[in-house]
């Protein structure tokens, strides 16, 4: 049995997902420290898969997910090799 989900929770979501982004973005211009920064640009990542998801709820196509995939695929390496090469500039000073 196959339920739709209402056009107005999706909406209602793409807006939350949107003010998160709005604050998270303000995180990453404004944040005190280059910690912030990388937590902020890690949570950007996951609230335009958060919008990549439900914009394939919107138009029913699986074929978004593969990207949702690459997406976090990337941006945990990115958020890795950051975290790794501050910690290497820090063992140097």
Same mark, same amino acid.
């Given at each position: ?13 793409l807006a939350f997902l949107l003010l998160a982004l ?20 890690? &949570? #950007?990542?996951? =609230?335009? %898969?958060?919008? @990549?998801?439900? !914009?394939s709820m919107l138009w029913k196509s699986e074929f978004y997910i593969d990207v949702v995939i690459i997406?976090? &695929? #990337?941006?945990? =390496?990115? %958020?890795?090799? @950051?975290?790794? !090469? ?8």
């Open positions: 049995m196959m339920h739709e989900i209402p056009e107005i929770v999706i909406y209602t979501g709005l604050l998270s973005f303000v995180r990453l211009v404004r944040g005190p420290s280059v910690n912030d920064r990388i937590a902020a640009m890690d &949570l #950007i990542a996951s =609230i335009v %898969t958060g919008f @990549i998801i439900i !914009y997406i976090s &695929l #990337i941006s945990f =390496i990115g %958020t890795i090799a @950051i975290s790794t !090469y501050l910690r290497q500039k820090r063992k140097s000073l």
